[in-house]
Nanobody
Framework: QVQLVESGGGLVQAGGSLRLSCAASGSISTIDVMAWYRQAPGKQREVVAGISRSATTNYADAVKGRFTISRDNAKSTVFLQMNSLKPEDTGLYYC??????????WGQGTQVTVSS
């Protein structure tokens, strides 16, 4: 089992920045992918960014150039630096990890609200 604890959400004005963190604990030695998803009210959950253990990254088109995902393998922590935030970035942001055996885990979510 893997436990995920997110932090860093909050309320920010458009154009501002936030940094999300997600710390993994438990059976963490075989974690491959770490990622962030988000879900806006009335919408489906969507991937924001992901990073493999070898640091290969991918981003949703909507956040390219504004968000940066990174990870600290020694601390089993993944970060999401969000700059130039827009009101449409508002939502509940979830941390996600996938192990090499395919097992998947989700955090509880942290709220990000961007005011116009």
């Amino acid at each position: 089992q893997v436990q995920l604890v997110e932090s860093g959400g909050g309320l920010v004005q458009a154009g501002g920045s936030l940094r999300l963190s997600c710390a993994a604990s438990g059976s963490i030695s075989t974690i491959d992918v770490m990622a962030w998803y988000r879900q806006a009210p009335g919408k489906q959950r969507e991937v924001v960014a992901g990073i493999s253990r070898s640091a290969t990254t991918n981003y949703a088109d909507a956040v390219k150039g504004r968000f940066t995902i990174s990870r600290d393998n020694a601390k089993s922590t993944v970060f999401l630096q969000m700059n130039s935030l827009k009101p449409e970035d508002t939502g509940l942001y979830y941390c996600y990890v996938q192990k090499y055996n395919g097992a998947r885990y989700w955090g509880q979510g942290t709220q990000v609200t961007v005011s116009s």
